[in-house]
Nanobody, 124 residues
């Protein structure tokens, strides 16, 4: 099994930045593609960004493209989400997720492992 633990969430003003981290433990060799999702109150969970194990390929939701950057440090078994130019509509619980395959996916149903989530609140 793989355990994922997110950190780095908090309260920030609009226009500010935050960096989320997702530390993996356990059978980390089983996690290849990694992704970030978010869920705002009363809304469905939505895709934010994904990255291949090599880090050479990434994909972003249109709503965050140009503002968020996903990266990973395989030596530390950690995935990051650098968030800049934050907007109030970015407010949500952010979840880290891992897949046991190499390919990227935008669908939460195709991820095998999930963290507990970290709250990000952007004030206007």
């Amino acid at each position: 099994q793989v355990q994922l633990v997110e950190s780095g969430g908090g309260l920030v003003q609009a226009g500010g930045s935050l960096r989320l981290s997702c530390a993996a433990s356990g059978r980390t060799s089983s996690t290849y593609a990694m992704g970030w999702f978010r869920q705002a109150p009363g809304k469905e969970r939505e895709f934010v960004a994904a990255i291949r194990r090599s880090g050479g390929s990434t994909y972003y939701a249109d709503s965050v493209k140009g503002r968020f950057t996903i990266s990973r440090d395989n030596a530390k078994n950690t995935v990051y989400l650098q968030m800049s130019s934050l907007k109030p509509e970015d407010t949500a619980v952010y979840y880290c997720a891992g897949r046991s395959t190499y390919s990227l996916s935008l669908s939460s149903n195709e991820y095998d492992y999930w963290g507990q989530g970290t709250q990000v609140t952007v004030s206007s």
